[in-house]
């Protein structure tokens, strides 16, 4: 599974985004580290706020299935450069993705900006940085 294979996940499962609010349909394609690719696509509702992203579908379906090591993510819309996930997803992405890890963000184009969680969302709060051991 190459960046190009995973773009191209992503971009396939923006084909199942439930968007007839905004019209527009984005994609996600996140890899696990034992090489399992899980799609993700908007999923839009008649209470706006209700909106999962793209990005935050494809990290529930791996959660949910146990899985919370990953190797690469890619998203996909059609935007005039690449796509720009949005701050809730850039929150889960840092939950449970390491900051080096390399995301992919791409429009129907081809144009593609390679970047990792850290850039995504530097400083990113975590709670890493609590020591819950040391709490009553
Ligand atoms: O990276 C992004 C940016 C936006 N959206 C969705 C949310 C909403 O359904 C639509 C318009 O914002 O696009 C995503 O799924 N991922
Ligand atoms: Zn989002």
Redesign the pocket.
Known sequence: MDKQQLMEQAVSARGNAY?PY?K?P?GAALLSKDGTVYTGC?I?NAGYSM?N???RTAVFKAVSEGIKEFAALA?A?DTKGP????GA?RQVLAEFCAPDMPVYLTNLEGAVSETTIAELLPGAFSTEDLDYAARK
């Open positions: 968007v905004s527009f984005v908007n839009e909106t992203c793209a990005e998203v819309a796509v720009s996930p949005c997803c």
